[in-house]
């Protein structure tokens, strides 16, 4: 018999064991293949082909687990791996995946494989087959992966879940991104446009002494003549300024807003309200708002002795007339009263803190004035120029003047009158530098008339050491003046 050099291109079950030498032979009678896979099927009860030695058939290779075909046998040559590498030419295997067990193929019913029985083989154990697919996907050979299995076709996705997962990140996103907005908006007007943020920054300009500022944040709602105090020059001069400011509650409903403050000045804690309302955006977003009550408190002042129609004081060394409310408007500060910046009257100063709430003091400051030497020679002053003016005068007592003389005894008539002064009546001003009596003068008179047998003649007449007159001080600035004499 001649040896066949052309192994068998199918294999029978397979070895017996790892490591055991593989079966070929024809197919015994009554054998068939599985459909589609080409693959021999023994039947039940023959025996797989045993090539002998010096046969000339195929032997496999010296400590190989699997049996190693011939090159262009077609037949899957297995390394010492324990695996099957199909040879060029030969049709590739399906493998199960790594599993290192066996997998029974499908066969065409939908049953799994049965392997015969009594043939002599056994399912391969341990690696003694290929731990890939032994035949295509698909083929329905032995080791074939089921379709949608590993290695099998996938179901295709669906597009619309893809499109679905999409919009729903970004309508998230969206979502995320609005929230942010509007929490940013919220901070932004709560800290910069909001309420508390414009309190905070008209407090700190009256901590300054910073007057324009703080008018510009807030009118305080009074006329120019009430508003002395609130001037740089005045309320920038304070001895002491609010210190610690503090937004210490705020309320908003719907427009209007009232914000709590409290703020500590010259080591006394106080505290106010302050009232707000919107004026309308910035930008898109922003609500800004504006101060309808000030943190305005009042500084009265009463100047006693003081001069008839004057109600001036000096407020932190400025002159000021309180009017006829004796009172201004005035921020919390420690302001420092005293007589007015002239040199006419003279006053302890004295020191007042204007502020606000329950424990602010409305006393006001009553102010000791005294008038000085310097208000005196003013109104000495004040008289000479006015008897000089007197004794210009060519007529008979003139208004004001106090020149009174007695020529009824002498003359039936005076045609004219020429005055001289002796000596000019010296003044003293009132304790409240209201009033001066200027007494102790002297003067001269030439009286020119028809005497009473009717001749002309010239006779001379004075009054001495008797001369004087009195009226009312009035003081304007720098400048004093005399009114109503007699």
Not at 24 to 29: D, I, K, Q, R, V
Not at 193 to 221: C, E
Not at 252 to 264: E, L, N, P
Request: hydrophobic share 30%; glycine share 12%; aromatic share 10%.
């Amino acid at each position: 018999m001649v040896a066949d050099n052309n192994p068998p291109q199918t294999p029978e079950q397979g070895p017996q064991g790892q490591g055991s030498a593989p079966q070929w032979g024809p197919p015994p009678a009554g054998g068939q293949q599985q459909p589609n896979t080409g693959a021999y099927q023994p039947q039940q009860g023959s025996s797989a082909y045993q090539p002998q030695q010096g046969s000339g058939a195929y032997q496999p290779q010296q400590n190989a687990s699997a049996y190693q075909p011939q090159q262009g046998s077609g037949a899957y040559q297995p390394q010492n791996s324990g695996s099957y590498q199909p040879q060029q030419g030969a049709t590739p295997p399906s493998q199960p995946q790594n599993t290192g067990s066996y997998q029974p193929p499908q066969s065409p019913n939908g049953g799994s494989y049965q392997p015969p029985q009594g043939g002599g083989a056994v399912p391969p154990q341990n690696g003694a087959y290929p731990t890939t697919n032994a035949y295509p996907a698909g083929t329905g050979g032995y080791g074939a992966t089921p379709p949608g299995g590993p290695g099998g076709p996938k179901r295709p996705g669906n597009p619309n879940k893809k499109k679905i997962i999409l919009f729903s990140a970004l309508a998230g996103g969206l979502v995320l991104l609005l929230i942010i907005g509007a929490v940013v908006v919220n901070v932004v007007n709560s800290s910069v446009y909001g309420p508390d943020a414009t309190v905070r920054s008209y407090l700190s300009a009256i901590a300054k002494g910073d007057a324009a500022a703080a008018n510009k944040l807030a009118d305080p709602g009074v006329k120019d003549e009430q508003a002395a105090l609130l001037t740089d020059d005045v309320f920038g001069e304070a001895s002491a300024f609010i210190e610690n400011p503090k937004v210490t509650s705020s309320r908003v409903s719907g427009d209007i807003a009232t914000v709590r403050v409290s703020y500590s000045l010259d080591g006394t804690a106080y505290d106010g309200y302050i009232e707000l309302s919107k004026a309308g955006k910035q930008g898109l977003f922003f609500d800004t708002w504006k101060i309808d009550s000030p943190l305005v408190g009042e500084l009265p002042v009463y100047v006693s002795n003081s001069p008839a129609e004057t109600t001036e004081a000096a407020i932190n060394g400025t002159t000021v007339t309180f009017g006829d409310e004796y009172s201004l408007a005035a921020y919390p500060a420690v302001y420092t009263v005293g007589a007015p910046g002239n040199d006419f009257f003279t006053a302890e100063e004295q020191s007042y803190t204007v502020a606000t709430g329950s424990r602010a003091s409305y006393d006001g400051v009553t102010l000791e004035v005294a008038p000085t030497e310097a208000l005196t020679s003013a109104v000495q002053e004040a008289v000479n120029a006015h008897l000089d003016e007197c004794v210009t005068s060519t007529e008979l007592d003139p208004e004001g003047c106090n020149l009174r003389l007695t020529w009824y005894s002498d003359f039936s008539s005076v045609d004219k009158v020429a005055y001289k002064i002796k000596t000019y009546p010296t003044v003293e001003v009132d304790e409240y530098g209201s009033y001066f009596d200027a007494t102790g003068g002297s003067y001269t008179a030439d009286v020119t008339g028809t005497t009473y047998d009717g001749s002309k003649a010239s006779l001379p007449f004075g009054l001495d050491d008797d001369w004087g007159l009195t009226g009312s001080i009035v003081i304007d600035g720098d400048t004093v003046t005399i009114e109503d004499v007699y």
